[in-house]
Structures are given as structure tokens and as C-alpha cells.
């Protein structure tokens, strides 16, 4: 089985069986990870290089990791020591480091769309670590597969996702891949962090977290993006947790059974309080196990391909 595309850029037109496949693959590489030797030659003799234009801790380590479990040469690159600096364009760059004969190329940039454009002047499979406001899609795998291995199956369950959707690519790309396994998707936030006609993707709309917690199986809880000016949508961090943070009081008042999900990084006591993020109901360190064996399927996946 192999995937009906050379390039992950996102989830919106990605079928449904390249999903489960990326799943049900990652399923084989989860078991490695408990391994006493994390190690498999699975990707030797293929190059991989991280080009991150924005910052990251889970994703660029993870990306990292995955590459280096499955035997792959892998090269990092910074913005703040490269040759961009001094002036060199990003299509330069790219040429220049796709002349050290590279394989795959793991991108992360503050620009939607830089993954496409990378597809135009690369030969190489281009992977989207996430790309401005547009999407994170391996962020949305590794979320499908945390559900998943908690609740079995996605397809009915009922999926809501809270807080800053409108600067969210984690938000898109789980609207997209959700819809297409089956799921119930809503969102829950403030107006003014929603946007507008987001009901036409197919969701369900709440501006209260307390039927939001009610009525649904799963939260998947965002992180309020200061860096994009989140902060102007609302009057304060203050009014936003009053209205639509997570507490452990909520969550046993309304539903017992609902799982919590959360890209990270969190703004503790923001989007969810301390005793949520290490509480009983959430799998937050689960999901980040989890998108080292996701990021080594879609790297497999990808590196294998017959030409
Ligand atoms: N979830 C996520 O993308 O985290 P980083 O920004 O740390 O990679």
C-alpha cells in the first residue's frame, strides 16, 4: 500500500484511506518506540533536511527524532544562523540546499502556502510542519491516533474544538481530516476568535464551553495565539479562561467521560487550568509519543514511494 500523493501539505483533499493508512503504519512504528533500541534501517541512505523558519519544540524534535529512528540522514536548518541573514532569498536558499541532493524536505514557515510553493521549485517530497493560519497536518494525525488508541474509533464520535480557531492551522486540519473519518466536528469560542461562516466546512457552532463539554466526547482544546494577535479578539486573558477555560470543576459537572486534547504549547491557566493539563481526563504527553511513530509513517510513507 502506498500514498496517492508525494507531498503531506495538508488534510483538506487528502482521502480518507491515506489517512488510515498513515494511522494504521504509525501503529507498526508506536510498538518501536517501547523498544529497548529505538532503531530501524527502514529509511537508509534517504536525506532529510528540517528547514523551521518559525519556532518549535514538539514539532522539530519530534520530526528529528522520527528521522533519526528510522536510520535517515538528517540535517536541520535555522533561520538565525543561515546565509538568509544576508540577504539570500528563500527560493535561493531552498535551491541551495536541494543541490546537496536532499530527499525529503520538513517545513515550517509563518507564511500560509510556503509548502506549495516549495513543491514548484523542489524535486524533493515536501512535508508541512505547519504554514502560517493555513495547517499542521501531522499535528492533526497525531491527534487522530491519540484518539483513536483512547477511544478505538473516530468515525461518530463526537469532536469539538475550543478557542482561537480563526488563528489555528491545528484547528483546519482537524476539521478537515475529522469530517473525512466520520466524525461530529464543532467549535467553541468567542465570536470574535471564530470565523466568519465557519458552519459552511460542516461544523457545529458553540458559544458555550458548558454544552460544548456536555454534549461531546472529545475536546480538542487550542493553544490562544498571542504571537498572531489573538490578544485583540478578546478583552482579557482574565475574561477568556472565566468564560471558556477548562477546569477540573467543569469537566466533573458536565461530563466525567470526555476526553482532553492539546496541541501545547499551553498558556496554563489560559486555555485550561494546571490540574487539567495533568489531570485525569487529558492524554497531552500521550499525543506527543504518539507524533514521533505518526511523523515516522508519513516519513516512510513518503520515503518509499515508487518512482
Ligand atoms: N504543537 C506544536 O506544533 O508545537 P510546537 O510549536 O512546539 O512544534
Not at 507498526?28 to 523551521?52: A, C, M
Not at 523558519?53 to 538565525?80: G, H, M, P, Y
Not at 525529503?104 to 504554514?131: E, K, W, Y
Amino acid at each position: 500500500m502506498s500514498l496517492s500523493t508525494k507531498h503531506l501539505l495538508g488534510l483538506q483533499n487528502l482521502p480518507r484511506e491515506d489517512i488510515e493508512l498513515i494511522l494504521d503504519t504509525a501503529t507498526t512504528f508506536r510498538e518501536i518506540l517501547d523498544r529497548p533500541i529505538k532503531k530501524v534501517p527502514t529509511l537508509t541512505g534517504t536525506t532529510v533536511v528540517n528547514l523551521f523558519f518559525e519556532n518549535s519544540t514538539r514539532t522539530r524534535i519530534s520530526f528529528e527524532l522520527a528521522q533519526k529512528r528510522l536510520s535517515a540522514d538528517t540535517v536541520n536548518f535555522s533561520t538565525a544562523s543561515s546565509s538568509t541573514k544576508k540577504g539570500e532569498t528563500f527560493k535561493d536558499t531552498v535551491r541551495n540546499i536541494e543541490a546537496m541532493k536532499i530527499d525529503i524536505i520538513v517545513v515550517r514557515h509563518q507564511s500560509a502556502g510556503v509548502p506549495t510553493f516549495l513543491t514548484r521549485i523542489s524535486n524533493a517530497s515536501i512535508i508541512n510542519a505547519g504554514d502560517g493560519f493555513h495547517e499542521h497536518p501531522t499535528q492533526a494525525l497525531l491527534d487522530f491516533y491519540s484518539m483513536k488508541e483512547k477511544l478505538g474509533n473516530i468515525e461518530g464520535k463526537k469532536v469539538c474544538i475550543v478557542g482561537d480557531i480563526a488563528h489555528s492551522r491545528v484547528a483546519l486540519s482537524n476539521i478537515y481530516g475529522l469530517l473525512s473519518l466520520g466524525a461530529k466536528v464543532s467549535v467553541c469560542g468567542p465570536p470574535t476568535m471564530l470565523p466568519r461562516s465557519i458552519e459552511n466546512l460542516g461544523v457545529k457552532v458553540y458559544y458555550d464551553i458548558n454544552s460544548a463539554i456536555k454534549e461531546n466526547d472529545i475536546l480538542n482544546v487550542l493553544r490562544i495565539q498571542l504571537e498572531r494577535d489573538a490578544g485583540n479578539a478578546i478583552p482579557s486573558l482574565r475574561e477568556y479562561h472565566k468564560y471558556f477555560g477548562i477546569t477540573k470543576e467543569r469537566l466533573d459537572k458536565y461530563n466525567k467521560d470526555i476526553l482532553i486534547l492539546h496541541p501545547g504549547p499551553i498558556n496554563r491557566g489560559v486555555e485550561l487550568t494546571s490540574e487539567v493539563a495533568d489531570g485525569e481526563y487529558q492524554i497531552i504527553l500521550d499525543q506527543v509519543t504518539n507524533g514521533v511513530a505518526v511523523r515516522m509513517a508519513v516519513l516512510y510513507l513518503l520515503g518509499t514511494l515508487p518512482s
